[in-house]
């Protein structure tokens, strides 16, 4: 027997003694016994220098591993997994995500990764709680994956905020200094009476036509264009960025200190999971990558318009020595021993939403010929897959075989005209009783997910997550409309309840329609690279949203104009909308058309590689609810244990 057989039977394990009803998330996992992450990695056939363990049951892989492992081993499948629009309580995505992964590993005997997005804790400590899945179908330690895991979303908000940081102190030493005492400082001399120039400084220097590496040969126009960045302190996009659900930074004004000599501004924060550095960490492909996106990042023009980027300020090497460890994705493990990657961040509502492409491509080279990647787009699929689809796959030229929509009968029950679902009240007795009307009017969620993601040319497969107030009655009208939307299959999936056995039904269906799409190519984006700003943002609002119009502020007029101008028209979008229903209002359910959506701002994350619309007031970080999350969390004092996360 091989070691990777000895390792894989070390790890496998189908669940026995299942309780029912299930009991709390965490006591789930809690209870769990854990495989150290040393077996998990040689049952995915990795060396040891392959990975960096953190702790006992999590670890580094490398971003170079995937190359590596393809050489030999080839790609597995890729299917997305993603779901119709949620209620405020979720759907159990990530929960299908994990009960599927279980499924393949432990009871289908397939090769199978899932890639999941690391939690923000601005949710678990809010109103969602964190993103491990649940019940049976869960990645453990879930208080090591919901709490810090291993830093990366921690180093990205110190990145950002240096950056951040970086930008107003430069534009405060501009505004108080002269030229010469400006490149004094930034050139300093040496004991020997000589100057330098930083390596960080190259790439300005490039930009402005400066050849020479000796600072005393700039003439004094070329020194005054060197120092002076003259950013237009009123148009600066960079926001600051913390990772906590804190809707009183979502407007503040800076500077107020006498230090600042009256140098104040109005900015705001972010949370951390919605900065561009978690964009450029979800799209990279490597460190010498990683590194010419975040220079790429523009974070105001100058006063004559022209982009003031990451490179400008000479600060591109201290961001990519923060994000030296947060490129390599976390390796853990599912209930079940099948193996998880985390990377990247959650929000597909305000950010990208997915999990990376570095997570992806080790995931396929993984697996290998015939297995399978599951990896996870965030809400419901007219954000978090259209973004797989066209920002994603564009970017990595990777092609899905098949999409996973998940669905519920609740969420459906809402979308036919059914009462409010609100996170701390008791559901309504709609919810809780069969009301097979109500199912039928709401199914046109569900069926334009699924026409939408068939016109990126992949067959879809529903997942049903079931609950126990379901009826076979309902399950019928969603299993009848989707196969008459053109879904492959749709099947009912117990995973909360039964972990893998749960989705082993889920599985066999993937794998049939993975099998007769091997070749993916079906597979198209929605609109082209040279389309225009605006041609990419209707083509998404029309042919997905089914809007008849789209609006634009005078602002997002303005930024517009300036991104084409400066050489961005190019680049894809990432719409920025609630994930609650189609169009900008959460409260049109349903499958609403014919309204006009109004995009109010525009950001452009250029090194990331995509133009940002802000759908209406959308706000970029939430905000706490009356009883937040956090009122079940603590320690138990004897075992210092965490308890209440979910």
């Known amino acids: 027997m091989t070691p990777i057989l000895v390792a894989k039977r070390a790890s496998l394990r189908k669940l026995t003694n299942l309780i029912s009803p299930v009991p709390a998330d965490i006591d789930v996992a809690q209870a769990a016994a854990v495989v150290p992450i040393k077996t998990i990695a040689a049952a995915c056939g990795l060396g040891e220098d392959d990975y960096e363990p953190y702790g006992h049951f999590k670890a580094k892989i490398s971003e170079k591993v995937g190359p590596k492992l393809r050489a030999t081993r080839g790609r597995g499948f890729y299917v997305v997994v993603a779901g119709i629009n949620p209620t405020p309580l979720g759907e159990g995505k990530s929960t299908t995500t994990i009960g599927l ?163 104040s501004r109005e900015t705001g924060f972010d949370i951390t999971v919605a900065s561009e550095i978690m964009a450029v960490l979800a799209m990279t492909t490597g460190m010498k990558d990683m590194e010419r996106r975040l220079g790429s990042m523009v974070v105001a023009p100058d006063l004559d318009g022209a982009p003031v980027t990451a490179d400008d300020l000479g600060i591109t090497g201290a961001l990519t020595a923060l994000m030296r460890d947060a490129i390599k994705p976390t390796l853990m493990q599912t209930l079940e021993g099948t193996p998880v990657l985390v990377h990247a961040g959650p929000f597909a509502n305000i950010a990208s939403g997915n999990s990376s492409i570095i997570a992806d491509e080790i995931g396929l080279s993984m697996v290998g010929d015939g297995g399978f990647v599951l990896t996870e787009a965030g809400f419901g699929a007219d954000i978090g897959l259209e973004k797989f689809m066209n920002l994603k796959c564009r970017s990595s030229g990777l092609k899905p075989h098949a999409a996973v929509i998940v669905a519920t009968v609740r969420a459906l029950k809402l979308h036919g005209g059914g009462p409010p679902v609100s996170p701390g009240k008791p559901l309504s007795f709609e919810y809780m009783n069969e009301d097979v009307e109500l199912v039928r009017k709401g199914v046109a969620n569900l069926t334009r997910h699924i026409e939408n993601t068939k016109k990126f040319g992949v067959p879809v497969v529903v997942a049903m997550n079931v609950f126990p107030t379901d009826t076979p009655a309902e399950h019928e009208v969603i299993k009848l409309a989707a196969l008459a939307a053109g879904a492959d299959d749709c099947v009912l999936c117990t995973h909360h309840a039964e972990g893998g056995l749960g989705a082993a039904a889920l599985g066999e269906a993937v794998s049939a329609a993975c099998e007769r799409n091997a070749n993916a190519e079906n597979f198209k984006l929605l609109y082209p690279d040279d389309s225009s700003i605006k041609e990419k943002i209707e083509t998404i609002a029309k042919e997905l949203y089914h809007a008849e119009a789209v609006s634009y502020s005078d602002e997002a007029e303005a930024k517009i104009a300036m991104f084409t101008e400066q050489g961005f028209g190019q680049l894809p979008i990432c719409m920025a909308k609630t994930q609650y229903s189609f169009s900008h209002d959460p409260d049109l359910k349903g499958a609403p058309s014919g309204f006009t959506l109004p995009i109010g701002d525009v950001r452009c994350a250029a090194g990331a590689g995509f133009i940002v619309p802000l759908v209406g007031a959308f706000p970029t970080i939430p905000g706490l609810p009356t009883r937040p999350a956090y009122y079940e969390i603590g320690i138990d004092e004897e075992t210092e244990m965490v308890l209440g996360l979910s």
């Open 101 to 263: 992964a279980q499924a393949m590993g432990a009871h289908l005997d397939k090769e199978c990764v899932a890639c999941i997005r690391q939690p923000s804790m601005g949710p678990t400590f809010g109103i969602k709680g964190g993103a491990a899945g649940g019940g049976y179908s869960q990645v453990i330690p879930m208080e090591e994956m919901n709490l810090h895991l291993t830093g990366d979303i921690h180093a990205i908000g110190v990145a950002n905020n240096l950056l951040a940081a970086a930008i107003d102190a430069r534009v405060f030493h501009e505004a108080t200094q002269k030229d010469e005492a400006l490149f004094d400082r930034l050139c300093p001399k040496k004991k020997d009476g000589s100057r330098v120039f930083a390596k960080s400084m190259t790439k300005r220097l490039a930009k402005l036509g400066i050849a020479t590496d000796d600072p005393e040969l700039l003439t004094k126009e070329e020194r005054s264009k060197f120092v002076r960045l003259n950013i237009d302190r009123e148009k600066i996009s960079w926001r600051r960025v913390v990772d906590m659900n804190d809707r009183f930074l979502r407007k503040i004004t800076i500077g107020q200190n006498p230090t600042e000599k009256g140098h």
